[in-house]
């Protein structure tokens, strides 16, 4: 039965990209929690060690940056406006990283690191909302791609079911549980087509994962009963 071939088993949904927690303000850039000592830590030596600690703590934050970016860029899913807008609310945060590591290697005294850190802060609350709806806009295209896609696997799997009950009918609890998870697929695709209306990030990229894992098990379950049945695949 050769209508199997290159099917169920070839289907690929591509369901999103991970995004780094540097932009859930404050969590991410820990500068903020950052506090310098008010006494006894004014020596030289004190003060370059919370210099290298800074640094590298922006240094951390500026590969998070880079590696999102990346991510972003590479992604197929993404339109060139959204990757555009994206990649720009990124670099401008990456800008100020940078910024700030070179004023803080010239910083001589705890106060100027300190206000450093003020600044540095005091953008990255300006903008989270920028940041935020940025990184809103890029998950909805991505859980309205994965939607599409997982109704495509969902039509498939339809006419792959009436197919393997004329071939396998014999195969009745599995072709009943695959049905069943039709069902659910189903739903799920449902509400993560309520997600992207919402916008709603968090509920998008948890369907989408619920959604790959229900794709996974059917695919599992069909491969089952073509094995049971000698189906050539």
């Known amino acids: 039965m050769t209508i199997f071939k290159n099917s169920i088993f070839k289907f690929i949904l591509i369901l999103g990209m991970s995004m780094p927690a540097v932009f859930y303000m404050t969590g991410g850039i820990v500068l903020v929690a950052y506090a310098l000592p008010t006494g006894g830590g004014s020596t030289a030596a004190s003060l370059e060690t919370q210099k290298q600690v800074l640094i590298a703590i922006a240094d951390a934050a500026i590969k998070k940056l880079d590696a999102a970016e990346n991510a972003i860029q ?3 899913v993404l339109s060139a406006a959204t990757k555009q807008t994206t990649i720009a609310v990124l670099q401008g945060a990456e800008d100020q990283l940078i910024s700030y590591k070179a004023q803080i290697a010239q910083a001589t005294t705890a106060a100027e690191i300190q206000a450093l850190n003020q600044q540095l802060v005091g953008y990255l609350q300006a903008n989270k909302t920028v940041i935020a709806e940025a990184f809103k806009a890029a998950f909805t295209e ?28 014999q195969q009745i609890a599995t072709l009943s549980a695959l049905e069943d998870q039709l069902d659910a697929l189903e739903i799920k695709i449902e509400a993560l087509k309520a997600a992207v209306a919402a916008k709603d990030s968090a509920a998008i990229r948890q369907i989408m994962s619920e959604i790959s894992a229900l794709i996974k098990s059917m695919s599992a379950n069909i491969k089952i009963i073509e094995a049971e049945c000698d189906i050539p695949v």
């Open 142 to 169: 991505i859980g309205a791609a994965a939607a599409v896609k997982a109704e495509e696997f969902e039509a498939m799997v339809e006419q792959t079911i009436k197919l393997l009950k004329i071939a396998c009918p």
């Open 74 to 76: 590479s992604n197929s």
